[in-house]
C-alpha cells in the first residue's frame, strides 16, 4: 500500500525558513516522479515543485522560484522542501505527490505528471 | 502557462441527478494530459480521471471524463450521497503544471 507521510510544518516568521519531509512507503520510491503542491486556507490547489525519480531535474512555480528548494534521499525513501524567506501568502497545507510512469515504446519510461496519491499534508503558517 | 477555468463554480443538486463540471483550457492541452480530482474537507485530493478520460484504480464507473484540445468534462451519471465535494481539473502537459480554480458540488 502507498503511504506519503508529511512532517515539519508549523508556524514561522516572515522571511523565516522551514523544512518540510515526506516519508515514503509501498512502492520503488526511486522510479518515480515526486511534486509538492500547496492549498492556501479555503483555496484550491497550486502545484509548487516537483522533482524527477533520480533528482536530476527539478521544477518550480514562479512563485516560489529562487526561495524554495526541492530535494530527495532515495536510499531514505524521503522528499524534502526546504522553504526559505517565507512569506504570509505561503501559508497553506503543503501535500506531497507521487507521479505515475507512462511507457513510450521510443524512448521507454517517463513521469507522466498528474498525482495518483497524496499525503494528508502538513500545515504551514507564516505570521509573525 | 495555461490558466484552467472551471465552471459552474457551485453546482447545486439532489442525490440521484446528472452533474455535468467544465474545464477550460487558455491553450491546447497536449496529447489530452487533462485529470480530475475530488476532495473532501479536511482531506486531501483523490485522482478520479487522467488522460482526460480514463478512470483511476477503484472509481466507481458513474464517473466518466471527456474532452480533448482545450475543453473538457466531468461527469457524475448519478450522484452518491459521497460525492457532495470539490473537483479540480489539472493539466499536465506543458509545466508548470497548473489546476483548475475548482467546482463545489453541493446538496440542493
Known amino acids: 500500500e502507498v503511504q506519503l507521510l508529511e512532517s515539519g510544518g508549523g508556524l514561522v516568521q516572515p522571511g523565516g525558513s522551514l523544512r518540510l519531509s515526506c516519508a515514503a512507503s509501498g512502492f520503488t520510491f526511486s522510479n518515480y516522479a515526486m511534486s509538492w503542491v500547496r492549498q492556501a486556507p479555503e483555496k484550491g490547489l497550486e502545484w509548487v515543485s516537483a522533482?524527477?525519480?533520480?533528482?536530476?531535474?527539478?521544477y518550480y512555480a514562479d512563485s516560489v522560484k529562487g526561495r524554495f528548494t526541492i530535494s530527495r534521499d532515495n536510499s531514505k525513501n524521503t522528499l524534502y522542501l526546504q522553504l526559505n524567506t517565507l512569506r504570509a501568502d505561503d501559508t497553506a497545507v503543503y501535500y506531497c505527490a507521487k507521479s505515475p510512469l507512462y511507457y513510450d515504446t521510443l524512448t521507454g519510461y517517463h513521469a507522466s505528471y498528474y498525482f495518483d496519491y497524496w499525503g494528508q499534508g502538513t500545515l504551514v503558517t507564516v505570521s509573525s | 502557462e495555461i490558466v484552467l477555468t472551471q465552471s459552474p463554480g457551485t453546482l447545486s443538486l439532489s442525490p440521484g441527478e446528472r452533474a455535468t463540471l467544465s474545464c477550460r483550457a487558455s491553450?491546447?492541452?497536449?496529447?489530452?494530459?487533462l485529470a480530475w480530482y475530488q476532495q473532501k474537507p479536511g482531506q486531501a485530493p483523490r485522482l478520479l480521471i487522467y488522460g482526460a478520460s480514463s478512470r483511476a484504480t477503484g472509481i466507481p464507473d458513474r464517473f466518466s471524463g471527456s474532452g480533448s484540445g482545450a475543453d473538457f468534462t466531468l461527469t457524475i451519471s448519478r450522484l452518491e450521497p459521497e460525492d457532495f465535494a470539490v473537483y479540480y481539473c489539472?493539466?499536465?502537459?506543458?509545466?508548470?503544471?497548473?489546476f483548475g480554480q475548482g467546482t463545489k458540488v453541493e446538496i440542493k
Open positions: 491553450q491546447s492541452v497536449s496529447s489530452s494530459y
Open positions: 522533482i524527477s525519480g533520480s533528482g536530476g531535474s527539478t
Open positions: 489539472q493539466q499536465y502537459g506543458s509545466s508548470p503544471w497548473t
